[in-house]
């Protein structure tokens, strides 16, 4: 059994920073990817930014050089550093991580509960 649990979530206004944490716990063997998703008010989910076990990471364009992503595997968390945060930031945000419960087992997506984050004037 794995869980996932978030944290950071909250109300900012405009300009200001927030940093989301997603906690793994339980049978893990080996982490992949580690991802954060959001889904707006109204809009369908979409990937926001992933970090890889090599430390590289990728980003939606709409969050370049604003956001930041880091992992920390002995810790199997999974950050989101948000700075200068705008209203259209507004949206649920979920961690998903891929990985492994067992070394013989296949790799699998688990997710967080989703976390509230609102961007108000």
């Known amino acids: 059994q794995v869980q996932l649990v978030e944290s950071g979530g909250g109300l900012v206004q405009p300009g200001r920073s927030l940093r989301l944490s997603c906690a793994a716990s339980?049978?893990?063997?080996?982490?992949?990817?580690m991802t954060w998703y959001r889904q707006p008010p109204g809009k369908e989910r979409e990937l926001v930014a992933t970090?890889?076990?090599?430390?590289?990471?990728n980003y939606v364009d709409s969050v370049k050089g604003r956001f930041t992503i880091s992992g920390d595997y002995a810790k199997n968390t999974v950050y989101l550093q948000m700075n200068s945060l705008k209203p259209e930031d507004t949206a649920v945000y979920y961690c998903?991580?891929?990985?492994?419960?067992?070394?013989?087992?296949?790799?699998?997506?688990?997710w967080g509960q989703g976390t509230q984050v609102t961007v108000f004037s």
């Open positions: 970090i890889l076990q090599d430390g590289s990471s």
């Open positions: 998903s991580i891929n990985l492994k419960t067992a070394w013989n087992e296949n790799w699998g997506d688990y």
């Open positions: 339980g049978s893990i063997f080996s982490i992949n990817t």
